[in-house]
């Protein structure tokens, strides 16, 4: 079965500073992808970032990148010079290639950029 | 116009009700799916969809049903509503199967049953 570790429910940071927001993984497949989601109080889930499980390079989306450590089967999102838009909930999900469909949720960090 | 839509946006309910809770999109992906999230979780998977005629269970299906009326259409049916049902639901969509098919989500419909 598939699971997803983060393990920081919640963390403050001063705007324009760097934040890493951790994920861990479990699965036993070879091929999977790794995505972040952000979720604002509006409630809707806006997709970030996308890592697959062969990509050699890290996967970068403008000022969001993804630190992928494939030995440590860690996956986190690297925000750079944060801004007070980015307070939100942020998900780490993972699909698989075989099996059942669908994505695997963490249960989620609650970022809040402070001025 | 968004790609996907959900409706109603919100619901209120009551204990015993039947709902069905409603998803478009226009992105022409055959895959479609539905997820609910509890405050402090993830999303969890309750159904998916490969086309109109392939309808799988995800891993919370019981007390729920759909129907995949269109390539553009899959809604959620409550056939009798209860209150840990209360809940944000998601619908989803995606271009096809695989590790790298990325998941775009409707808006979201919050529902409460009293």
């Known amino acids: 079965a598939q699971k997803i570790t983060q393990t920081q429910p919640g963390m403050f940071v001063q705007e324009k500073e760097a934040v890493t927001l951790d994920c861990t993984y479990d699965t036993s497949d070879q091929s999977y992808g790794l995505f972040w989601y952000k979720q604002p109080s509006s409630g809707e889930m806006i997709f970030l970032i996308y890592?697959?499980?062969?990509?050699?390079q890290n996967a970068t989306e403008g000022r969001y990148s993804l630190n992928f450590q494939k030995a440590r089967k860690s996956a986190n999102l690297v925000i750079s010079a944060s801004q007070l838009g980015d307070s939100a909930m942020y998900f780490c999900?993972?699909?698989?290639?075989?099996?059942?469909?669908?994505?695997?949720f963490g249960k989620g960090t609650h970022l809040i950029i402070q001025p | 116009d968004a790609d996907v839509t959900q409706t109603p946006r919100n619901r209120i309910t009551k204990t015993g009700k039947r709902i069905m809770l409603e998803c478009s999109q226009t992105k022409g992906h055959d895959r479609m799916y539905w997820y609910r999230q509890d405050p402090g979780l993830g999303l969890r998977l309750i159904y998916y969809s490969f086309d109109v005629k392939d309808i799988n269970k995800g891993e919370i299906s019981d007390g729920y049903s759909v129907s995949r009326q269109a390539q553009a259409k899959f809604s959620l049916s409550l056939e009798s509503a209860i209150p840990n049902q209360t809940a944000l639901y998601f619908c989803?969509?995606?271009?096809?199967?695989?590790?790298?098919?990325?998941?775009?989500f409707g808006p979201g419909t919050r529902l409460l049953v009293l």
């Open positions: 999900a993972m699909r698989t290639g075989g099996g059942a469909d669908g994505l695997t």
């Open positions: 890592q697959g499980s062969y990509d050699e």
């Open positions: 989803a969509t995606s271009e096809g199967q695989g590790a790298e098919e990325t998941q775009y």
